[in-house]
């Protein structure tokens, strides 16, 4: 047991009560934003006369040597120490002697792991982001390559009307445009340093804290309030909201390619490389990578319930409970970062049977209403252009045809309106290429998209 405190204790700490409480086994791997903040606050120490410019200089570089040996295997964080800041300072330590004791001055663990955590979800929703900018890149590859391939679009999982692969790949891209925007939110609002709040009410010593929020990247400066500094999770709750809809973008994105990619779609065909097979039955070639996407989806809305949960019930400022916040927040990071990159894997490689989804969009009657939008555009109300495609949709059916097989006669006995011109009016290109309403599916107003999806990936990296 290797502790930072002690000295008002009668007797030791219980093992299972000094495991339960450790948190070494999960916080180490903020070594290096806690060495961070350490260089940051003992560099402010030394700058404001609070401790000597000696002191100041031998802990920084006892710090980056700490830093160097972990990074290269040399130094091992064990779980003798109870977490990373007593690791760090007990080395440190060791390491340069009393100077390393004048570290904690006018600093708590408790604006100590706050700054620490800050800095390291700071880090990773970057990482997040920049993993979604190459999922992003992947889509508009698939989008440019598209625009012309037409396939059917549901409601309800039925035959609704014809669009085409590049639009519908476009809408996961606005879904995973919003994604970023809300990173990008959440960076802005949570740029204030904690540092320099103690545990609770701030300090006597003439600490400058604009300094270490300089030193560190905070945009907005020092946070306003030491005591909502050091029981603030706010910023990790939100990046793990952000997460949980992350999440259901893929697992909606992996439900449509899991079906797509049965015998009964074909509409894609996943790479070997992202597929697995049966033990038992030699044909199968299953999309797992999918569905695990779909999976862990639950267990990173777990995270955002289980911090929330922890959260609520907490009086200011610091409480024990708050430890409670790292593991569930780790595992969602990781989770949704391995997500993404095999996604991105599988999406990079799947093979698109555009000649399956073109037949696909041709029947099912994709085109009825385009149909009585015909009838509509020659003065027919609409109301009562759907009643008389709806009989005909009612005829093909008993007849087992598409509407595109009626013979003039047979469109003539609902409609004397009906001319020679339905054909061309119905035809799947005609269908697609005249919706061109502002974030339809026609070539041209898609094209407006990619331009706008070009400029944006650019500006965004
Ligand atoms: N391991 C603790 C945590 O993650 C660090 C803060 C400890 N502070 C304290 N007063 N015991 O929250």
């Given at each position: 047991m290797a502790q930072l405190w002690g000295g008002r204790f009668k007797n030791g700490t219980d093992q299972n009560a000094y495991d339960f409480n450790a948190s070494i086994t999960f916080d180490r791997r903020m070594y290096r934003e806690d060495i961070q903040g350490s260089i940051a606050h003992a560099t402010m120490l030394g700058e404001a006369g609070i401790i000597s410019d000696d002191d100041a200089h031998a802990i920084v570089e006892g710090l980056k040597g700490i830093l160097e040996d972990v990074e290269s295997g040399k130094l091992e964080i064990t779980s003798?120490?109870?977490d990373i800041h007593s690791f760090v300072e007990a080395v440190l330590t060791e390491r340069i002697?009393?100077?390393?004791?004048?570290?904690?001055?006018?600093?708590s663990r408790n604006d100590q792991v706050a700054l620490d955590m800050k800095l390291y979800t700071r880090r990773e929703i970057k990482s997040v982001d920049e993993k979604l900018a190459r999922l992003q890149k992947a889509l508009l590859t698939i989008i440019e390559n598209n625009l012309d391939t037409f396939m059917p679009g549901f409601t309800h999982l039925q035959k609704a009307q014809p669009v085409t692969l590049a639009h519908y790949m476009g809408a996961y891209m606005e879904m995973f445009i919003r994604d970023r925007a809300r990173l990008a939110d959440i960076i802005k609002r949570m740029n204030?340093?904690?540092?320099?709040?103690?545990?609770?009410?701030?300090?006597?010593?003439?600490?400058?804290r604009k300094r270490t929020a300089e030193l560190l990247e905070?945009?907005?400066?020092?946070?306003?309030n030491s005591m909502d500094s050091v029981s603030d999770r706010d910023y990790l709750i939100e990046f793990l909201d952000a997460l949980a809809i992350i999440m259901m973008h893929l697992s909606r994105f992996s439900e449509e390619i899991i079906i797509w990619n049965s015998n009964e779609y074909r509409f894609v065909e996943i790479d070997d490389a992202y597929s697995t097979g049966s033990s038992i039955m030699p044909q199968k070639k299953n999309p797992d990578i999918a569905e695990l996407v779909r999976g862990k989806t639950g267990r990173v809305y777990g995270a955002l319930i289980s911090l929330l949960t922890t959260m609520k019930?907490?009086?200011?400022?610091?409480?024990?409970?708050?430890?409670?916040?790292?593991e569930v927040a780790y595992d969602a990071m990781d989770t949704v970062s391995g997500c993404i990159e095999l996604f991105t894997g599988m999406i990079e490689t799947i093979r698109f049977r555009k000649d399956v989804m073109e037949k696909s969009a041709k029947n099912?009657?994709?085109n009825a209403t385009d149909a009585a939008d015909y009838l509509v555009k020659k003065g027919v109300p609409f109301r009562d252009a759907h009643g008389i495609i709806g009989r005909l949709v009612l005829k093909c059916l008993d007849e087992g045809?598409?509407?595109?097989?009626?013979s003039l006669d047979e469109w003539k006995?609902?409609?004397?309106?009906?001319?020679?011109?339905i054909y061309d009016a119905i035809s799947l290109q005609t269908c697609v290429e005249k919706?061109?309403?502002?974030?339809?599916?026609?070539h041209a107003a898609m094209q407006k998209n990619v331009d706008y999806y070009k400029s944006y990936l650019k500006v965004n990296d």
């Open positions: 003798k120490y109870e002697g009393d100077a390393g004791k004048r570290l904690h001055t006018g600093r204030s340093c904690p540092l320099g709040s103690g545990a609770l009410a701030g300090t006597t010593y003439p600490l400058n905070f945009d907005l400066g020092p946070t306003r019930g907490i009086p200011l400022a610091y409480d024990k409970d708050m430890q409670e916040d790292k099912g009657f994709t045809k598409a509407l595109d097989d009626l006995s609902e409609s004397e309106v009906f001319e020679d011109d919706r061109l309403t502002d974030g339809a599916p026609g």
